[in-house]
């Protein structure tokens, strides 16, 4: 397997920085030219002895030496190189490629050793166990493991029958020297069988042990001739070669190699009869025909009968015996990749490509040691407990769904009561990443699987990352982290998964996922991850998470703070490395913290970029608590008792504001931390209607403050400017406050910031006194009367107002808020209040009325009577006027109605509502006018038979008022004059007046013999004026 590609994959895998206790404005930075520095980060040891481990783990040294480590001082800022003693077999390590620490101890492993065995080439690992002074006492594992003995016995069975040349059967004889030769000193043994349809062993296993001289074994060799007998002799070497009588070893690797020139000819014996016997003896089979012959398909199918499957791996052809030399490189290649992988027993890799140290982390057992590539990339890890030797714990053994899972990329120790088990990473488990939880049993013997979790999306390798987090710090684990940082959406790339942990029965179930900013689909979130200790004050475990290749590989860093429950999806901190002035490159793709390193008392974190890292400070939080108090804490009566006055401008009371600062944050910086605090008071914020106010500001005031670990207070006067309408409600103090963190010079400049459940909105209340006897429940007694100040009828056109006398009294305790509600027809209008009379010296009553909507039918109006307070035994009469439309409707009668109350929440009685009628009638002013156009007199003679004469007369009716009412005219005039008929009319014609809005209805009445002639005409709606001519 080509390992490079591997491990380039291992290490590549809002505002910038907006939230909460990371300082990013004065980072530690250290940057080293040393290929991969960065790659591997671990905090170690304490602020005075310690400092940061980084691994560089492509940088190349002496001869077949990769990878180096160094200390970086944050003091003095300066990487050193730690000198490690490497054995002369740690070839190519690739050293710094994983770290871990504890206590005093470090663990430093180099996973790609390179194991030359024979011509195979195995990956193993080295770790250097080191103590406080950075010294080596121990070495994992002590010495490699020998290179494994595999045998393979080889038996070469030739055709030598009359079809081929004697030059050519010499061409062959060379051929098979070279094969052996190449096989030399690595434990591989040859046969040679040649057939016809004759058979001739011209050497056997146990021959060429004693003389293995290729040319000498094949000088003696003579070419039989005859007929083709393949399946025969198939047969007579599985049965009398590959015996231990002749040689053969049971433990080595069978292979056969048969070279014919053709099919076989005469052969009693069929493939069929002799390849099922090889295949049980595990015989493994390679066939190489010679020869135009294998153009025809009979003859490839009897090449492909003979060979092991699949064919196309053993199977060779060439055109003539000249051409053999050409597949000696490709035949040797084979049978080593045989000899790799293949025993009597076995059919995959070990222990050869293990890879001890791929994940390291030092455990309360003693150190672990992931070993990804064993049992063919199965995979486990090593526990280097105190027994000497170590235990490997996986699950090939009984899984075999394992293979190529890379159990051991990543593993981390959980503990409970004392007790350590292993979450260990599987990322490759079926394409899609498995994670398992091992135990050991009660006798303290067998490592067993107690829990397992497999991952959701094909590529997203899950497991890859593990962080296993003591969220309250007892000691005990609460919840394991887990990695999947190739998950993809089209929004995020990378997940998290939040697993706690259920005891007793140590089972793993996720409960939430974290993922890192949207629009980051390439951000590989979870590449790496950390405890990094409490830096938000709060007594819970926080950690970071790594995303090396969000913006265009820039790379981000972001903190999640924890809870009892686990970590919120929200992250409260995303840290870019764009942020930061060195041009830093998947910035993330190592972190490490939790551990003090600066002299501060704060925990910090190291962060690895492309050949950087930085040491970035958490800050001091600070808790501020806020009080507000007033003096008086109620406001008298005497500063609200207006008695008339609008403008008041008494001192209602005086508040007092303290803030305490304390801090959240264990830290060794002591009282030396100062802050300002900017806050701003408000006075019934959300009020249109100030009832409050400051001296000078109006009911807003800001004030700065400099304060450090301490408590002060400030005061400030509220007064009353006008006389309040609402008593009954508290005036609301409401206080708005932000910190700055001063930088603290002992820190490197470091700010402190103010914790983020900190209540940045304070308010304070502030009553005003009630008068209500010893049970503070103010209980009033409103009574209210009103009559229409003697008016016995309304007449509509002719009353343009409508006065009503109103008497209200309080006969309980002190009323607030006391009004009386009229409601009347929407025909009338509130015009104006007067006070006529009260029993105290100072009462003022003011009325409004609600807007109305032409389509309402009732109005009301609200009249606010000595607000804020009616005092107990108080009584006022007033006159409320309204406006009486001259088109009113009110029917015959019209009602209204008062009810009185107030905000003291009392129940309704019968004295608080009144209801008074008055009967309405409607005033009509209607002028009728003769008009000069009419006729004045007419002469006429009895004796003028048959003539005519036309009389008309005009008249004008006026209506004088606004009103629409419905009129009716009557004209009478005489038919006959002293017995003799003058008026000889069948109809009357009323004269059309376009001009008018009133119809005109006219009706001739029966005509009647010395009667007046009748003619009624009406006007149904009659507004202004209009001619009526008479007949």
């Given at each position: 397997?080509?390992?490079?590609p ?122 250097f ?51 052996m ?23 056997d ?206 593993s ?54 593990l ?7 007892d ?9 999947a ?13 939040n ?111 492309q ?47 303290c ?25 019934d ?13 109006g ?13 002060k ?11 309040p309408?609402?008593?009954l409600?508290p ?7 932000t ?24 308010v304070g209340?502030?009553?005003f ?30 009353t ?13 305790e ?39 909507s ?34 009113a ?19 309704i ?123």
């Amino acid at each position: 397997m080509d390992l490079l590609p591997l491990l380039i994959y291992l290490f590549t895998v809002l505002a910038p920085s907006h939230g909460f206790s990371v300082d990013v404005e004065v980072p530690i930075t250290f940057q080293e030219a040393a290929a991969g520095f960065g790659q591997s980060v671990v905090q170690f040891g304490s602020a005075r002895a310690g400092g940061l481990i980084v691994g560089a783990p492509l940088q190349t040294g002496d001869v077949n030496e990769t990878g180096k480590v160094y200390k970086c001082d944050p003091g003095s800022r300066r990487c050193q190189e730690i000198p490690i003693q490497r054995p002369p077999d740690a070839v190519n390590m690739s050293l710094g490629l994983s770290l871990a620490a504890r206590d005093s101890k470090l663990l430093v492993c180099g996973p790609t050793v390179h194991q030359a065995c024979g011509e195979n080439m195995y990956v193993k690992g080295y770790c250097f166990l080191l103590d406080q002074s950075l010294q080596q006492p121990q070495r994992i594992p002590n010495t490699l493991a020998e290179c494994p003995r595999r045998f393979t016995d080889i038996v070469l069975l030739i055709d030598g029958s009359g079809s081929i040349e004697a030059e050519d059967f010499e061409k062959m004889k060379t051929f098979l020297s070279e094969i052996m030769k190449r096989f030399r000193s690595i434990n591989t043994q040859f046969a040679l069988m040649q057939y016809s349809h004759r058979f001739r062993d011209h050497f056997d296993f146990s021959q060429y042990r004693r003389s293995s001289n290729p040319n000498r074994l094949l000088r003696s060799v003579w070419q039989l001739t005859g007929a083709t007998h393949t399946a025969s002799a198939i047969q007579k070497v599985v049965r009398e070669l590959f015996t231990s009588e002749r040689g053969a070893r049971d433990e080595a690797t069978k292979i056969l190699i048969v070279i014919t020139d053709g099919e076989k000819t005469g052969d009693p014996l069929s493939y069929s009869d002799v390849i099922p016997e090889a295949q049980r003896a595990g015989i493994i089979r390679y066939a190489i025909g010679v020869g135009n012959a294998f153009f025809k398909p009979a003859a490839q199918e009897e090449l492909q009968e003979i060979a092991s499957k699949p064919s196309n791996e053993h199977v060779f052809r060439v055109d003539n015996f000249d051409a053999l030399q050409s597949i000696q490189s490709q035949l040797q290649e084979k049978i080593f990749a045989i000899e790799g992988t293949q025993s009597q027993n076995s059919s995959s890799f070990q222990l050869e490509m293990s890879q001890e140290g791929f994940s390291s982390l030092l455990s309360p057992d003693g150190p672990v040691l992931g070993a990804v590539g064993a049992y063919a990339w199965s995979g486990g890890i090593y526990l280097y407990g105190s027994g000497g030797k170590p235990s490997f714990i996986n699950v090939s053994r009984t899984s075999t769904d394992m293979n190529d899972a890379y159990l051991g990329y990543s593993s981390q120790v959980i503990t409970a009561n004392g007790q350590s088990s292993y979450v260990v990473g599987a990322p490759r488990y079926q394409h899609t990443g498995k994670v398992i939880l091992f135990s050991q049993d009660t006798k303290g013997r067998e490592w067993t699987p107690r829990s397992e979790l497999s991952g959701e999306q094909i590529g997203s390798y899950f497991g890859g990352t593990l962080c296993a987090v003591d969220l309250d710090r007892d000691g005990n684990t609460d919840l394991v982290l887990i990695g999947a940082p190739m998950y993809y959406t089209r929004l995020n790339g990378g997940r998290v998964y939040n697993c706690p942990i259920k005891w007793p029965r140590m089972t793993l179930i996720c409960t939430e996922t974290l993922q890192g900013e949207t629009e980051q689909a390439l951000g590989r979130f979870g590449a790496s991850m950390s405890e990094i200790g409490d830096i938000s004050g709060d007594g819970q475990t926080d950690v970071a998470i790594g995303a090396p290749m969000e913006n265009n590989n820039r790379g981000a860093l972001y903190i999640f703070h924890g809870g009892k429950g686990g970590f919120s999806p929200q992250y409260r901190q995303r840290i870019e490395g764009s942020l930061f002035p060195s041009r830093l490159h998947y910035f993330g793709q190592a972190v490490s913290g939790g551990t003090d390193l600066t002299g501060d008392g704060l925990p910090d974190i190291a962060v690895g970029a492309q050949g950087q890292i930085l040491l970035l400070k958490s800050r001091p939080v600070l808790r501020v608590r806020v009080s507000i108090s007033f003096q008086p804490s109620t406001i008298p009566t005497s500063a609200f008792n207006c008695q008339g006055q609008e403008q008041l401008n008494t001192e209602a009371s005086r508040a007092e504001v303290c803030f305490t600062v304390t801090k959240s944050t264990m830290d060794s910086l002591g009282n030396g931390i100062s802050s300002n605090i900017q806050y701003s008071l408000s006075l019934d914020p959300g009020r249109t209607k100030i009832r409050a106010a400051f001296d000078s500001t109006g009911p807003i005031l800001s004030r700065e403050l400099q304060l450090g670990i301490e408590k002060k207070c400030e005061k400030h006067q509220i007064k009353l400017p006008l006389c309040p309408e609402d008593t009954l409600t508290p005036i609301t103090l409401r206080l708005n406050y932000t910190l700055t963190g001063e930088p603290i010079a002992a820190a490197g400049r470091l700010r402190p910031i103010l914790s983020e459940d900190s209540a940045l909105v304070s308010v304070g209340s502030l009553p005003f006194e009630k008068d209500c006897g010893s049970d503070k429940v103010c209980t009033d007694e409103l009574q209210i009367s009103f009559n229409f100040s003697g008016l016995s009828t309304l007449v509509v056109g002719v009353t343009p107002e409508l006065n009503t006398t109103v008497s209200i009294r309080n006969r309980g305790e002190n009323s607030y808020s006391t009004t009386v509600q009229f409601f009347y027809p929407a025909a009338l209008s509130y015009r104006r209040v007067l006070l006529l009379q009260s029993n105290r010296r100072a009462v003022a009553v003011k009325c409004s009325s609600a807007v109305g909507s032409k389509e309402q039918t009732q109005r009301n109006s609200t009249c606010h009577v000595n607000h804020p307070i009616f005092w107990s035994g108080a009584e006022a009469i007033f006159i409320a006027t309204f406006d009486v439309s001259s088109e009113a409707d009110l029917g015959d009668r019209l009602q209204i109605m008062a009810n009185a109350s107030s905000d003291n929440g009392g129940p309704i009685t019968e004295h608080m509502i009144h209801r008074v009628e008055l009967p309405v009638k409607y005033g009509i002013f209607i002028i009728l006018t003769s008009l000069e156009e009419s006729t004045k007199y007419v002469n006429f003679s009895s004796k003028e038979a048959g003539t005519s004469v036309p009389v008309t007369h005009r008249y004008e009716v006026k209506n004088l008022r606004q009103r629409s009412v419905p009129i009716s005219v009557t004209f009478q005039f005489p038919v006959e004059l002293s017995g003799v008929r003058v008026w000889d009319a069948s109809e009357v014609v009323p004269s059309k007046v376009p001009a008018s809005p009133c119809p005109c209805v006219c009706e001739m009445g029966p005509v009647m013999p010395s009667l007046p002639y009748s003619a009624p005409c009406w006007d149904k709606l009659l507004r202004e004026k209009g001619p009526f001519p008479s007949p």
